[in-house]
Structure formats: C-alpha cells, structure tokens
C-alpha cells in the first residue's frame, strides 16, 4: 500500500469516528505509523509526531470551537508540510537544470515546460538534449522547444554527454536559463550512474531536480535515494497529477533525498505546470480538498486561546457572557420576577422555562464558537459561520439562529440599561451567580 492511500484511510477513519478516545488514537497512530514508515520516513521522526498526537489528544486542553478530529488532522498536515515545504518559489534568474529520473516519468516534457515557465517570466531559455539512450529523444525534445519557441541543442548520435554539453553550452551562451534533459532507464544502473556524473560535471546544474510520476509509491524513496548519491538531488518534480495518482511518492523522495517538492506537471501541454503547494497538494494526499479552511479555523482557534483573559472585555454582552447569564437565571428560579419588576418583560423567558435541555443544547452551540465569534456576535451574520457551528455543535441551523434571536433580545435589553449604573451594578450581582 502506498504512502497516501494508508495515511487517507487512516484519516478518513478517525474523521468518521463518533468519539476520540485513547483507543482511536492509538489505532489512527498505528496506522500512520506504518503509512510513514513504510514511506521511509525517518522512524524517530515518526515516533515523536505521533506521541504528540497522542498528547494532545488525551493530554491537552484543545482550544474551543475545534474538535479533536480537526486538531489532530491539522497536527498531521503540518507534520508533513514540514517534511515537504509549504510553497515552493523559484527564484527567477540565470540558472542551469539537470532533470534526472527514471524512464517514462516525464523529463522530456518538463524540460520544455520548465524551458517555457522561465522564458514566460523574461528569461530566454535553451534546451540540451543530453539523452542518448533513447532513440527519438532528439526528435522528441527538438519538436517541444520548436512549439514553445525556445532554442534547441543536440548531436544526433552523438553517445558522449560530455562533448554535448561542452558544444551546448558554447552555443547557449547567451541563454539566461538551460535546461538539460538526460536518460533514463527502467532500472538504475552503472552506466546511467556515470553518464549523470559526466554531465554534472561539465555543466555544473544549479538545481538537479528528480522527475517522478504521480502514481509512483513507496519505490520513489529507493529511487531518490540512488540519483541522490549518483548526483544530489535538489528537489522534486511530480507529473501527471492530473491522472489518478495522488503524489504520496513524493513524501519517500523528498525524505529520503532531504530536498523538497518544487513543481507538479499537471497535463502533457506545455503550460501544464504548476507550482507546488501544500494545501492543494498535502489536502489531496490527505483526502481532504478543502484543508485550506480547516486549517484556517484551527489555527484562528489556537491563536484565539492564547488571548489573555484581561483582553476581554467583561461587562459587555457577548455569548460568553449570556452563557453564565442564562445559567444564573435558571438557578434563581425568583429571577423572573425580578427582572419582571424592573421591566425587562422582554427576558427570553422561554429559555428559563424550557430549562436544562436548552441549556445543555446552548452550552454545545456556544462551544462550537471561535473566541472571537463568542466575544463578537456580528461575525455570526455569515452564513458559513451558523452551519460550521451547528455542525460542530450536533445541533441544526435553526437551533443556532434560535439562541441568536433569544442573545439579541438579551442584548436588547442590555442596551436599554446601559446607562442605567444601578440595574447594571445589580443585574452584574445576579448574572456572577452562575
Ligand atoms: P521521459 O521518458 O521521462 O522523458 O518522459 P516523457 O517526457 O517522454 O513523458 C512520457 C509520457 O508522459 C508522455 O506521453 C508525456 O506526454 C506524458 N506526460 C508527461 N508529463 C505529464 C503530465 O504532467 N500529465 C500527463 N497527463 N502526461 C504527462
Ligand atoms: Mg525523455
């Protein structure tokens, strides 16, 4: 099983998991475990993000408004952006790329599409064709940079990759950005070993990139591995993300080379290039398209619990503040009549009488809020905001507008009083009780 597909079941079965308990926790660990592992992922490395895991799980006060299954996912996303990088920016100036990879993976059409990627941005770009092994290869490049208008260089026949850099160079000279595509083979080998050191040598590549394709597992690490001894690697290059692949090789090549993920090649045009992301490419190794906005949310959370409880403001209204209120007033049952005595007749009554089983359900929705939600209710006007909670909470839309509708008349109410110092000092006095 390969990297992605282990780490996406084991995913999709803790998110699927009604409660997270120490057991699921141990078992989602076990299982990415093995997925990363397998993926020749440093095994101390793995041994101490799961106990994190596993901390944070049990051990740790997870801020409000997140689940335990979004904090941990978001646990695992950031583990492996840190193997795999966030972004990837190349830096555009003059420069000189050796693709290396095995055969099929798709450097010839990168090279061009990285040939076109730089002469887009200003740069001119020239293309070498360095593999000698292939017959057509000449053809197959020289017919590429012909289509995106980039210079080609190669001797027909010519077996000597030294002598074909030499003269490619010499006639590149003018030329920002080389590119120099190379063999490749089904297997790694001797000769393809000492033809790739042939042509480090001469041309000097600032960057080495390995070409591997999407649906390449586990044996991406054993492959990275090898060119990386044979050359060192500086990054990897993904191809055919656009098919059914998932890219989970690339976390083997990356961890075994120690580079980083820099372009994908999604399509066989020359502009099917992107650059690599961790959202849209860790999301898809994940299952989880959208990670994007989990991730926003848990880290907003975090962010937010951090906050100190002095910079809140006490006296005002918010739906931390109308939680304790409606619990104070549910313990003082005379309350009412109290309230009916000062005239606040608009007291959302029916959450005194409906008692403990909307409470509880309130107790969940305010739960489910961010601190800032809880501190400002006018964030709750969107739309996406009420149906996140409501999730999160177990509740519906309609409970959740239902206790906005009960904290503005509340607020109403507040507001009615604000200036009023004495029925704020003794409304504060009953609100403390609960
Ligand atoms: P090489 O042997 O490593 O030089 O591989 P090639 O560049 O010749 O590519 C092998 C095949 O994969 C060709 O048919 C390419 O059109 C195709 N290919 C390369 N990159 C991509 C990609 O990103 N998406 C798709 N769908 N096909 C690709
Ligand atoms: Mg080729």
Avoid at 22 to 43: G, P
Avoid at 263 to 277: D, R, S
Avoid at 282 to 307: C, F, H, Q, T
Avoid at 342 to 350: E, H, I, Q, R, T
Wanted: glycine share 8%; net charge positive; with cysteine.
């Amino acid at each position: 099983m390969d990297f992605g597909e282990g780490l996406r079941k084991a995913i999709a079965k803790l998110r699927g998991a009604t409660i997270i308990d120490l057991k699921t926790i141990r078992e989602f660990n076990r299982e990415l475990q093995r997925a990363m592992i397998s993926s020749d992922v440093d095994i101390a490395l793995v041994a101490s993000f799961t106990k994190r895991i596993e901390d944070a799980a049990t051990k740790e006060k997870l801020p409000d408004g997140v689940t335990p299954k979004d904090y941990i996912t978001n646990m695992v996303y950031e583990e492996l952006v840190k193997l795999m990088g966030r972004s990837y920016e190349p830096e555009i100036r003059p420069k000189r790329v050796l693709l290396v990879g095995m055969y099929g993976s798709g450097k010839t059409t990168t090279s061009a599409k990285l040939a076109k990627f730089y002469q887009d941005r200003g740069l001119s770009a020239g293309l070498i064709c360095c593999d000698v092994s292939r017959p057509a290869a000449y053809e197959q490049l020289e017919t590429l940079a012909k289509q995106i208008n980039v210079q080609f260089f190669g001797i027909r026949d010519e077996k000597d990759v030294r002598k074909i850099v030499k003269d490619g160079l010499k006639t590149m000279k003018d030329r920002k950005v080389i590119i120099c595509d190379s063999s490749g083979r089904s297997a790694f080998d001797r000769q393809l070993v000492q033809e790739l050191k042939q042509i480090t040598g001469e041309f000097a590549p600032d960057e080495k990139f390995l070409v591997i394709n999407a649906d390449t597992g586990q044996v991406a690490g054993k492959q990275a591995r090898e060119f990386d001894e044979a050359v060192g690697i500086s990054g990897v290059i993904v191809t055919k993300m656009d098919g059914s692949g998932k890219g989970g090789g690339a976390l083997s090549a990356v961890s075994s080379a120690n580079a980083r993920v820099t372009f994908l090649g999604v399509g066989e045009k020359m502009n099917a290039l992107e650059l690599y992301n961790s959202e849209k490419f860790v999301g898809r190794l994940l299952g989880i398209p959208d990670i994007e906005s989990l991730v926003k949310n848990v880290n907003e959370a975090i962010k937010e619990a951090k906050i100190s409880p002095e910079e809140m403001n006490a006296e005002k209204l918010n739906f931390d503040t109308f939680y304790t209120q409606l619990k104070a007033m549910k313990n003082m049952g005379p309350m009412k009549n109290m309230l009916g005595m000062l005239g606040m007749a608009d007291v959302p009554k029916n959450v005194v009488e409906e008692g403990e089983s909307k409470l509880v359900k309130y107790k969940a929705i305010i739960g489910s809020m961010t601190k800032s939600e809880r501190q400002d209710e006018r964030l709750l006007k969107e739309h996406s905001r009420i149906t996140r909670i409501a999730k999160g909470s177990g509740t519906n839309e309609k409970d959740v507008r239902m206790l906005i509708g009960d904290f503005n008349k509340m607020k109403k109410m507040y507001d009615m009083f604000k200036n009023d110092r004495n029925v704020k000092k003794n409304m504060s006095k009953f609100m403390k009780f609960g």
